[in-house]
Every structure is written in C-alpha cells, then in structure tokens.
C-alpha cells in the first residue's frame, strides 16, 4: 500500500506531491525494518546479521532527510543515499524474494508482496537517480524541456541555495519506472558515464526479479493444480515437514 500511496502521490499537484512523496519515503525504511527484518521460522535471521540490517535501515532513513533538507549545492550530501539505499534496498529485495520462495501456495498476500518488490525497485531507483544527478548535474537530461534540465524548482528560481526538497523529482521516478520496465520511450537520456551505468543496471534488475518470481509463481501454481488445489498444496507440503518442491 505504502508503494502505491508513493506512485500516487506523484499524479497529485505540487504541494500536496512533496508532503506525500516525503512521507512515504521517510516511512519506507520503518516499513521494510518491520516486515522483512523480523526473523521467523521460515525466513532465519541471526541476530547480529537482524541487528546490522536494522542499523542499515536507520542509517538510509537518516541518510535520507538529511539529503532532503540540504541545499542543492552541498553535491556530497546524496552520497549517502547513493550508497546506504542501494545496499538496503539491494538486501531488503533478497529476503523478499526468499520468503516468496518458501510460501507453499501462491495466494493475495503472495501476489501483494512480489508487486511490492517490483515497485519498490523502481520507486527507490527514482530516487537514487534523483541522488545522482544533485551529486553530478547534467547526469540525465530531457528533450522536453529547456537546457534538458530535469532538475526543476518548484517554486523559485533555481540556484545552489534551493533545498532538495523543493526540487521536481517526479521526472526520475518516471524514468526509472520506464527503465525498470525495459519500456525506453527516449524523452529522458542518461548523459554521463555513472547515469548511463545505473540504467543498465537496473533493466537488468527489473528483468532479473521478474524473471525469478515469475518462475517461483509457476512453480507454486504448477505443484498446487498437480495436487488438487491450494488446499491439498499446503497441507501435503507441511503434513511430512518438508520444505516446497520446485
């Protein structure tokens, strides 16, 4: 919910858009720390590996405002977004994708929870991307707009003064979704070596994941149709405490 609530937030006027998109960035880390980082029987986590991943966490949502609320022009405050995000992020996609593994039958929460990584790789590369290009302007540039600036005040004129926070970011998330997606529509073009980079790695990302849980999904459905339904699934593969059969 918290995904969609973010993606939403972007198609709504501008000042309702930063406090929304804000919020729910400030909220994703609590989230992820809550669902993911918590150990259960099937989906083990050590304590002092739990306890590293919480501090990771903790660390991206400092990370986080302190980038949003500095100028445009300390460039070194979205350093650590760049790194402490993508480690995260990067960590949090692993347990998601190892706990869809272990589900038996493919159910709503199933279902839920492999959106919700799709989406989160995307928001969160939209941010990354927003990182970027306020540690190296001219990493991305559009043939929509004047100068191809995408970095674009909200309200006053841009200078190296303007907190990030009153900067136009809808643009990257826009891109890295279109990027995520392997779609290419070519009104926004990665410039410098870093950007170009960070889109090839995250088309092969997007299409890793889908990939993967695509294949986890069939495998589920193919082992609960074999057996009779999503009942005879789950209780034949907890009845002689095995795990799931690919």
């Known amino acids: 919910m918290l995904c969609l609530v973010l993606v939403g937030a972007y198609a709504l006027p501008p ?3 930063r406090m929304v998109a804000v919020s729910c960035f400030a ?34 949502l400092v990370a986080f405002l302190f980038w949003h609320f500095t100028p445009v022009g300390l460039k070194s405050s979205g350093l650590p977004v760049l790194v402490l995000w993508t480690l995260f992020v990067g960590w949090s996609s692993v347990r998601l994708v190892k706990a869809l593994a272990r589900e038996p039958v493919v159910h709503g929460p199933v279902l839920q929870g492999a959106m919700a990584g799709y989406l989160l790789l995307g928001l969160t590369a939209g941010l990354l991307f927003s990182a970027l290009e306020t540690l190296h302007p001219g990493s991305f540039t559009s043939v929509h707009h004047a100068g191809g600036q995408l970095l674009v005040p909200r309200t006053s004129a841009f200078s190296p003064g303007v907190p990030v926070q009153q900067l136009d970011m809808i643009r990257f998330h826009y891109f890295a979704l279109v990027t995520l997606t392997t779609t290419g529509y070519g009104d926004i073009l990665p410039v410098t070596p870093q950007a170009q980079m960070a889109s090839v790695v995250l088309a092969l990302v997007g299409t890793t994941y889908v990939a993967v849980v695509m294949a986890l999904l069939i495998s589920r459905l193919t082992v609960q149709e074999s057996v009779g339904g999503p009942g005879g699934s789950a209780g034949d593969g907890r009845r002689d405490g095995e795990g799931p059969r690919d």
């Not at 909220?27 to 992820?32: A, G, H, I, Q, T």
């Not at 809550?34 to 991943?53: E, T």
């Open 27 to 60: 909220l994703l880390p609590l989230v992820l720390l809550r669902g993911i980082g918590q150990a259960s029987p099937d989906l083990p986590f050590r304590r002092w590996v739990r306890l590293g991943y919480w501090l990771l966490g903790l660390l991206s």
């Open 15 to 17: 000042v309702w858009n």
